[in-house]
Structure formats: C-alpha cells, structure tokens
C-alpha cells in the first residue's frame, strides 16, 4: 500500500532465515515448557529486537515514501506501526493457526473485549511515536516536541529566549525505546506467571478466640 515492495521480493534471507530456523525447532528432541526463568530473560530480548522494528525498520518505510503525503502524516507512521508489528499475531489467531484442530476463522483476542489492552498491540505505535517525538521523524512531531518542551519548562524559561529543542541521535532514541519495550515485557511476564502482587487479594482472616 505504501509502494515499497516486500522484503522477501528482493531478497530470499527472510525467508531461508524462517525456513532455518522452523527446520531447527522441528529436529529439536524436546522443547522446554514456557516458565519464568526462560520467559524473563526473553522478555529482555524480545523488547531489543523489537525496538530495532519499531525504530529502524517501520519508520523510514513511511518518512522516505515518495508520497509527501504519505512521508509527512504522522497517521500513517502510527497505522503502519500498528498493523506491521501485529499483523502476525493477528492472522494466526484469526485462523485459529495455533489450536490443534482443523484450521477455522475465530475472533481473535485483539477484537474481543478489552483486547486493545495486550501489552504487545499499544506498545508498536506508541514506542514507535515516542522514536519519532524523539527524532522529529516527521514535521509534526518535532513541533510536538516544541510545544511540550515550551509546556514544561514554564513562562521564565520561554522568557529568556532558550533556542529550539534539538531532536535526540537516533541511536539514543532507539536505546530509550528498547529499555521501555524491555519494561513492559518484563511487567506482562511477571504478571502472567504470578510474580507481582496482587493487590485485588484479601488478606486470609485470623480467626480470634473466644475469651470468656
């Protein structure tokens, strides 16, 4: 749609990359079940590797269109974010490609109720507009950046005529970004394996005794 031909149209890496990496994972004699001491290393990993998506590979997709339509919207950065990041998770449950049963069309979870809370579907388009608030990737996000930083640093600050807020490097940017994803990975696992505290839960009652 964004007239940039797929990866795997240009080069076969991707996809001998894929077929690699399945091929080992099928010849594996076992594969160790899902637990926090494997998840939580992971999770670390996983916010790395999608910082590199979300930062290096999504934006210049859309800044470096030969659209400047396309380059200079700032929802069509966000959009494309969203879809490319979790368009996997979203075919593969909307076609049930993970049950053990004869392939089906479901809702998937992102459409049932509250399923726009999953970390992993907010998370693209808003790591990949805090990258382009950071890198002025778009005209409009650098004025963002003014007026958050005219906002912030009060009426004396913009009194004394302080020059323009000056994007951050990308490499920086991408770092902060992968710290945050690295957080909320990290949060979501602790929470689906019981680590945080539940504050919902009631104390157990202490039964008194009886005194005559």
């Not at 979300?54 to 934006?59: A, Q, S, T, V």
């Not at 490609?97 to 579907?121: I, M």
């Not at 770092?175 to 690295?182: E, G, P």
Request: charged fraction near 10%.
């Amino acid at each position: 749609m964004l007239g940039i031909p797929p990866s795997f149209m240009v080069s076969g890496i991707v996809p001998a990359l894929y077929a690699a990496v399945q091929a080992i994972v099928d010849n594996l004699p076992s594969v160790p079940a899902p637990s926090a001491e494997t998840e939580l290393p992971l999770s670390i990993l996983d916010g790395i590797t999608r910082a590199y998506l979300l930062c290096n590979l999504i934006p210049p997709a859309v800044t470096t269109n030969t659209s400047s339509l396309i380059a200079s919207s700032p929802w069509t950065l966000l959009i494309t974010s969203l879809i490319t990041a979790n368009a996997g998770f979203f075919f593969v449950n909307l076609f049930s490609f993970l049950n053990p049963t004869s392939l089906s069309v479901q809702t998937p979870p992102e459409l049932q109720p509250y399923g726009w809370t999953a970390t992993d579907l907010w998370c693209a388009p808003a790591v990949t507009a805090i990258y382009a608030l950071l890198t002025h990737a778009q005209p409009f996000w650098a004025e963002l950046h003014t007026i958050i930083y005219e906002s912030l640093s009060g009426p004396q600050a913009q009194a004394q005529g302080k020059p323009a807020v000056e994007p951050l490097d990308p490499e920086l940017a991408r770092a902060i970004c992968a710290v945050l994803l690295s957080g909320l990975f990290l949060g979501k696992t602790a929470k689906n394996f019981g680590l945080l505290p539940n504050p919902t839960a009631k104390a157990p009652k202490i039964a008194k005794k009886k005194t005559q």
